[in-house]
């Protein structure tokens, strides 16, 4: 795509949007269930079945997948993860989606030891490429999707990346590293908010995660 293009979407995505909505109990069951209604046909095209679980034990986690034996895609978030400081409903849409990229995002894919379900699910940076496709679809605009991933990657960043020395990810920044081979964990948050951007646009997976063949 030509760089002029990418600069308008990027004026776009920078757009002012309204605030977000607090983050409620009921508000958080709907999102829930409009992603199921979003996702669940998907998930049936590849011949699998969707089940969402809130599990009570987990609390604040935010989110986990895994391809049952049976054949159905299970996806399990905190009961309780809207009481997570600074999260926000568009937040969890990326989440969401974000699981839900493990299992129809395509390749690279992770190599699965747990069960016998074999290598289905898409590395990290495979996942937040897919998701781009997803939220906006929730959010309905590109410009929503791309602020929602920013805040999303910004709060982990809050969390976890101030210890390591990388910058505050935002729109329009560009992680610059470029891997010797394709990661299959998750990269950094820049480079994971590259990635989603690049997924809305159609551009190349970034080559702080993507090693092509």
């Known amino acids: 795509m030509k760089k002029p293009v990418l600069l308008a979407l990027y004026g776009l995505f920078l757009a002012q949007l309204p605030a977000r909505a607090e983050f409620s109990p009921e508000l958080f069951q709907q999102r829930l269930s409009q992603f199921a209604a979003y996702a669940a046909p998907l998930v049936q095209a590849r011949g699998h079945g969707l089940r969402l679980f809130r599990d009570p034990d987990w609390d604040m986690n935010l989110g986990d997948c895994v391809l049952e034996e049976s054949g159905q895609l299970l996806i399990t978030v905190g009961d309780r993860l809207y009481e ?4 926000a409903p568009d937040h969890f849409d ?12 395509g390749a690279p894919k992770k190599k699965n030891y747990f069960n016998r379900s074999g290598d289905w699910a898409s590395v990290e940076g495979e996942s937040d490429y897919f998701a781009a496709s997803c939220v906006q679809e929730l959010e309905g605009s590109a410009s929503r999707a791309a602020r929602a991933a920013e805040g999303f990657y910004q709060l982990l960043y809050s969390h976890y990346a101030p210890f390591t020395g990388e910058p505050k990810p935002v729109l329009g920044g560009k992680d610059e590293s470029v891997v010797s081979q394709t990661m299959e964990g998750h990269p950094r948050e820049q480079c994971r908010l590259d990635s989603f951007v690049a997924g809305l646009t159609g551009a190349p997976r970034p080559r702080c995660w993507y090693k092509p063949e």
């Open 84 to 87: 997570m400081e600074g999260l």
């Open 94 to 105: 990326v989440i969401l989606c974000h699981e839900l990229g493990h299992l129809l995002g």
